[in-house]
């Protein structure tokens, strides 16, 4: 399936990332799942709904997709770390948040960053993980180093 998981807290890229949608769910053939889509539920004809996802079935539902369309940064993190295909739409300007573009630079997957307004022909949905995959297991070892330094000088503290 395809899994949407689309926020609109940053930006709002409806109508467009229809546009996006519709193109990959044709090039994919495959049914649509919408976590909690309240605002494109009634837009994408026959996807599965999913509100309140809990914590499980939210990483659950990610590991298992065969292909997602985010504007989440979590979206994007967690598509990462599960090696699934990905395209992460981002807003053209230039103020929003740039944790999803500056994580998918220092991985080498900047072209899984689309701005939502984009013609649908700049996507491409294929990936290569044996670049990525090495870089996001770097990440996580400088993040699992960083974390235990800051933790034993926290605990150094408290005594």
């Known amino acids: 399936y395809i899994l949407l998981y689309i926020l609109t807290y940053a930006y709002n890229p409806y109508p467009e990332i229809l546009n996006i949608i519709e193109y990959v769910k044709n090039k994919v053939n495959l049914p649509v799942v919408i976590l909690d ?4 539920t009634n837009k994408i004809e026959g996807a ?6 809990g914590p499980l079935e939210f990483l659950r539902l990610i590991k298992d997709a065969d292909f997602i369309i985010t504007t989440s940064f979590h979206g994007t993190a967690f598509s990462l770390n599960f090696e699934r295909p990905f395209i992460s739409v981002l807003s053209n300007n230039s ?7 500056d994580l998918l630079k220092v991985v080498n997957a900047k072209d899984r960053a689309l701005v939502y307004n984009c013609s649908v022909n700049d996507i491409s949905l294929d990936m290569d993980y044996n670049i990525i995959t090495p870089k996001v297991e770097m990440i996580r070892k400088e993040s699992y180093e960083y974390l235990k330094m800051v933790l034993k000088d926290c605990t150094k503290n408290m005594a």
Not at 37 to 40: E, V
Not at 95 to 101: A, E, G, V
């Open 95 to 101: 103020k929003s948040d740039t944790r999803i573009l």
């Open 48 to 53: 599965q709904n999913i509100k309140c996802a």
């Open 37 to 40: 889509g309240s605002l494109c």
